[in-house]
T-cell receptor, first 116, second 109 residues
Framework: NAGVTQTPKFRVLKTGQSMTLLCAQDMNHEYMYWYRQDPGMGLRLIHYSVGEGTTAKGEVPDGYNVSRLKKQNFLLGLESAAPSQTSVYFC???????????????FGSGTQLSVL | QKEVEQDPGPLSVPEGAIVSLNCTYSNSAFQYFMWYRQYSRKGPELLMYTYSSGNKEDGRFTAQVDKSSKYISLFIRDSQPSDSATYLCAIRGYSTLTFGKGTMLLVSP
């Protein structure tokens, strides 16, 4: 049971290049999230999904696109990378659609992205 | 005003000290409050959660919510060097969690 797996762990891009970050979870969770974490800014939500085939914008969606074609995967795309997108990206998932109040968010180990 | 405010620290204490970490929030509709702990170069992990006002205790950790003041706290008793990490408060809305910026805690032996 791997939990939430993010690939790649590190990546360096040049301005204008594109890339896709992959998040995979093996817990059959409905809800998946992409966050970015920057020094002094905390965790900020980029996009999220409440089920297969659905996506929604978070707090900082500009410059990113996402897709949830399969329940277990949530992809984050950067079409034209900018230095402002240098950050650590975290994917997370939770069961969702239950009545429990203590649903915890399971996080991946992060992707360190540098845009030069 | 950001929905969740948290002092980033760092907060440095000696081993054995009582630590108090705090957040304020603006939306009175929030019902679920959580604390996550994040070690360096790792993803956050859920430490504690509380529902509405009151206290919840788990070992050396106590989470407290005061909805009238929109104030949440995490207390750590007998702090240990292994508690050195960043602590993030989180407020749960309908589908999403809003995090504070996190407070870095350093516990020296």
């Amino acid at each position: 049971n791997a939990g939430v797996t993010q690939t790649p762990k590190f990546r360096v891009l040049k301005t204008g290049q594109s890339m896709t970050l992959l998040c995979a979870q093996d817990m059959n969770h409905e809800y998946m999230y992409w966050y970015r974490q920057d020094p002094g800014m905390g965790l900020r939500l980029i996009h999220y999904s409440v089920g297969e085939g659905t996506t929604a914008k978070g707090e900082v969606p500009d410059g990113y696109n996402v897709s949830r074609l399969k329940k277990q995967n949530f992809l984050l795309g950067l079409e034209s990378a900018a230095p402002s997108q240098t950050s650590v990206y975290f994917c997370a998932s939770r069961q969702g659609r239950t009545r429990t109040t203590n649903e915890k968010l399971f996080f991946g180990s992060g992707t360190q992205l540098s845009v030069l | 005003q950001k929905e969740v405010e948290q002092d980033p620290g760092p907060l440095s204490v000696p081993e054995g000290a009582i630590v108090s970490l705090n957040c304020t929030y603006s939306n009175s509709a929030f019902q679920y409050f959580m604390w996550y702990r994040q070690y360096s170069r790792k993803g956050p992990e859920l430490l504690m959660y509380t529902y509405s006002s009151g206290n919840k205790e788990d070992g050396r950790f106590t989470a407290q919510v005061d909805k009238s003041s929109k104030y949440i706290s995490l207390f750590i008793r007998d702090s240990q060097p292994s508690d050195s990490a960043t602590y993030l408060c989180a407020i749960r809305g309908y589908s999403t969690l809003t995090f504070g910026k996190g407070t870095m805690l350093l516990v020296s032996p």
